[in-house]
């Protein structure tokens, strides 16, 4: 299994950016993906969640009405849509997939990408 984030960077606080992760190495299109992100000193939180054919989506209540999730299983990849970017969305991003594990319990990464919301 391979998860690769990308889309992060710099942006004033108002912008957008759109991540992108490509998955590879297992069924994608079986599978539920997430977005989450880890500020420097706190831990990684739950940002949002589609299911495996897109049809269901659901959102931390920070990013509710500003981020949209979706999928494009035909390219393998999980999108997160960020609009009206708040400094409090500084993070590193990332997804994984859900109900996929291994050595038991442990979850598949991808590196991240850093967003920044600064002016």
């Known amino acids: 299994v391979q998860l690769v984030e990308s889309g992060g960077g710099l942006v004033q606080p108002g912008g957008s950016l759109r991540l992108s992760c490509a998955a590879s190495?297992?069924?994608?299109?079986?599978?539920?993906m997430s977005w989450y992100r880890q500020a420097p000193g706190k831990e990684r939180e739950l940002v949002a969640v589609i299911t495996s054919a897109g049809g269901t989506t659901n959102y931390a209540d920070s990013v509710k009405g500003r981020f949209t999730i979706s999928r494009d299983n035909s390219k393998n990849t999980v999108y997160l849509q960020m609009n009206s970017l708040k400094p409090e969305d500084t993070a590193v991003y990332y997804c994984?997939?859900?109900?996929?594990?291994?050595?038991?319990?442990?979850?598949?990464w991808g590196q991240g990408t850093q967003v920044t919301v600064s002016s």
């Open positions: 190495g297992f069924t994608f299109s079986t599978y539920g």
């Open positions: 994984t997939v859900i109900g996929l594990y291994y050595s038991g319990t442990r979850r598949y």
